[in-house]
């Protein structure tokens, strides 16, 4: 079994950063991709951005490509999502999600991935 929790999230302004972590549990998460989605109210789950097992390949949403970084830390079983410059239309809750095949290369589809964390809410004022 894997446990996902997500944390960082808040409230900002336009313009501000956030930096967004989740630990995975298990002494074999350090093997299988990871990846960051977000929904907004009346909107659907979309892809913001996933990682390799080893960090070597990452994938990045268009409307997020140059502002947003995401990074791992195999040893700690840690995910990060460095957000800059961020806009109003990034408000969502962020999960992080992790695909149970190892080794397996980046995604940005959310059926491929087997278990996610239960959310933090991210809000950017005006």
């Known amino acids: 079994q894997v446990q996902l929790v997500e944390s960082g999230g808040g409230l900002v302004q336009a313009g501000d950063s956030l930096r967004l972590s989740c630990a995975a549990s298990?002494?074999?998460?350090?093997?299988?991709?990871m990846g960051w989605f977000r929904q907004a109210p009346g909107k659907e789950r979309e892809f913001v951005a996933a990682?390799?097992?080893?960090?070597?390949?990452?994938s990045y949403a268009d409307s997020v490509k140059g502002r947003f970084t995401i990074s791992r830390d195999n040893a700690k079983n840690t995910m990060d999502l460095q957000m800059n410059s961020l806009k109003p239309e990034d408000t969502a809750v962020y999960y992080c999600?992790?695909?149970?095949?190892?080794?397996?290369?980046?995604?940005?589809?959310?059926?491929?991935?087997?278990?996610w964390g239960q959310g933090t809410q991210v809000t950017v004022s005006s």
């Open positions: 999600a992790l695909r149970w095949i190892a080794a397996a290369g980046v995604s940005e589809s959310a059926h491929e991935y087997t278990y």
């Open positions: 990682i390799s097992w080893n960090g070597g390949v990452t």
């Open positions: 298990g002494r074999t998460a350090n093997i299988h991709p």
